[in-house]
């Protein structure tokens, strides 16, 4: 089964103990990481590692020796309770070591949580995960996390009460911050606000992200040009904070608004004006 869109975050945030396998594959390593880890706590908890109940192997080693990924997947651990097996940075070649632990797969046995780089459409162990009946494949994009997932790791922090202007606040942080930083700001504001009950609030927000955020000066341009009001207070103060001069607000403001003019009178047509544009555009 190949999950789509919201599907990956809300499969992984609640994975099916039913299911045998799940393949979670993509570019950003980290990304990928973030999700596995997010992915196995909900499988089998947090004391899962020191109760010996999940087990982890290098993908590469497969091809060597198959059988000790079946042998791990059927094991009967000491202490109660579900079990992981957790196969990292998966070649391609370690394909048919994972079709037949799947193959021989039976209720009980432990979860088979696979992750891997960037996989082509014609990979074999992508092809074997979708093409799975009861195995789940879950791609993860280098996109942003959406107001859902973000909304849901808040809540995890203890931070129930997160009116809309401090939701918009934390949506511009998941725009600058990788998924990495942002996870540990979220888990930095539920510390500051353990034990407060006020709703947490956009100077809160400011307070404890990373003071290295470097403001898109481009988006603050284009937030003003799109007439995105609610970005632009949040926006300004990072730049703000940054100690951009507001000439260079200036030029850049002129730059963007001189370019748009240029692309609506240009008789040849906004592509031609954008090309011969100068400073370029399209960069150099």
Do not use: N
């Not at 789509?4 to 945030?13: D, F, M, S, T």
């Not at 080693?61 to 000790?68: E, I, S, T, V, Y």
């Not at 791990?72 to 000491?78: I, K, L, M």
């Amino acid at each position: 089964m190949l999950l789509k869109g919201a599907e990956i975050a809300r499969y992984l945030a609640r994975p099916d103990p039913s299911r045998p396998g799940l393949l979670i594959y993509g570019q950003d390593a980290m990304r990928v990481a973030l999700k596995r880890a997010e992915a196995v706590r909900a499988l089998v908890g947090e004391t899962a590692d020191e109760e010996m109940r999940l087990t982890r192997m290098p993908g590469g080693g497969l091809k060597r020796d198959p059988a000790q990924l079946v042998d791990a997947v059927r094991e009967v651990g000491f202490f109660p309770g579900p079990r992981v097996v957790v196969v990292e940075d998966t070649p391609d070649l370690a394909t048919d070591a994972i079709r037949a632990a799947l193959e021989g797969w039976r209720q009980g046995d432990a979860v088979v949580v696979v992750t891997a780089g960037a996989l082509s459409k014609g990979s074999a162990l992508r092809k074997l995960f979708e093409t799975h009946g009861q195995a789940v494949t879950a791609p993860i994009y280098d996109d942003p996390p959406g107001e859902d997932e973000v909304a849901r790791w808040l809540a995890d922090a203890g931070l129930r009460e997160v009116p809309r202007e401090a939701m918009r606040e934390m949506m511009l942080l998941s725009r600058a911050l990788d998924p990495g930083d942002l996870r540990q700001t979220v888990e930095k504001i539920g510390l500051y606000k353990h034990g407060d009950p006020t709703p947490l609030t956009v100077e809160e927000i400011a307070l404890l992200a990373p003071a290295t955020i470097e403001a898109d000066l481009d988006e603050l341009i284009h937030a003003v040009a799109d007439r995105r009001e609610a970005e632009f207070g949040p926006l300004m103060r990072r730049v703000d904070q940054q100690g951009i001069a507001p000439v260079t607000l200036c030029i850049a403001a002129l730059r963007h608004f001189r370019a748009l003019h240029l692309a609506a009178a240009d008789p040849a047509g906004p592509g031609v004006a954008l090309a011969r544009a100068r400073p370029p555009v399209f960069g150099p």
